[in-house]
T-cell receptor
Framework: GQQLNQSPQSMFIQEGEDVSMNCTSS?????WLWYKQDPGEGPVLLIA???AGELTSNGRLTAQFGITRKDSFLNISASIPSDVGIYFC????????????WGLGTSLGVNP | GAGVSQTPSNKVTEKGKYVELRCDPI?????LYWYRQSLGQGPEFLIY????????DSGLPNDRFFAVRPEGSVSTLKIQRTERGDSAVYLC??????????????FGEGSRLTVL
């Protein structure tokens, strides 16, 4: 099945830096979601986006639903050590609302 | 309980054996999902229940995999004649409804299955 193209695959930054990751699809989506997964845990929803152009913040996290409806990005500002984990994008294609399609994840490391 | 509960957290079995994995969703959530996650991969959709019925089982890899949710709450994922390739973390998630704007899936911690 389709998978989302998520990049970068991994990144390692200094504490306090900002970080950005993005996801692209080959088809139009009507929902974009960003999850964080810690080792041994299930994914936890960070931000949900439902409208093209929508920009939503959750604390230091900001995500946007791309105007073309084929992409989304997640920004983390002023990173801290507890931001370490794997970030997944997920979305639903227009016309197929039940199934979430997932990216392969971005592994984030933060150097204190 | 407050969150999605999955048991067992770890299961080691031998090739060819039968395995059951249990999921207890958040109380009142009508939609329940099973995913499988291999190392370095995102969750792979297996099956979705709306109430007691399987609304979409297109992700089940073959007929060795089966899931039930007889009373619309707890679900059991059943794997027959396990193979080494079935080794993965099996994640369960629930949401309030299964409608198009129900992005908010709440995941359990997963059941790690190892087939020797």
């Amino acid at each position: 099945g389709q998978q989302l193209n998520q990049s970068p695959q991994s990144m390692f930054i200094q504490e306090g830096e900002d970080v950005s990751m993005n996801c692209t699809s080959s088809s139009i989506f009507n929902t974009w979601l960003w999850y964080k997964q810690d080792p041994g845990e299930g994914p936890v929803l960070l931000i949900a986006l439902y409208k093209a152009g929508e920009l939503t913040s959750n604390g230091r996290l900001t995500a946007q639903f791309g105007i073309t409806r084929k992409d989304s990005f997640l920004n983390i500002s002023a990173s801290i050590p507890s931001d370490v984990g794997i970030y997944f994008c997920a979305g639903r294609e227009a016309g197929n609302n039940r199934k979430l399609i997932w990216g392969l994840g971005t592994s984030l490391g933060v150097n204190p | 309980g407050a969150g999605v509960s999955q048991t067992p957290s770890n299961k080691v079995t031998e090739k060819g054996k039968y395995v059951e994995l249990r999921c207890d969703p958040i109380s009142g959530h009508t939609a329940l999902y099973w995913y499988r996650q291999s190392l370095g991969q995102g969750p792979e959709f297996l099956i979705y229940f709306q109430g007691t019925g399987a609304a979409d089982d297109s992700g089940l890899p073959n007929d060795r995999f089966f899931a039930v949710r007889p009373e619309g709450s707890v679900s059991t994922l059943k794997i027959q004649r396990t193979e080494r390739g079935d080794s993965a973390v099996y994640l369960c998630a629930s949401s309030r409804t299964g409608g198009p704007n129900t992005g908010e899936l709440f995941f359990g911690e997963g059941s790690r299955l190892t087939v020797l």
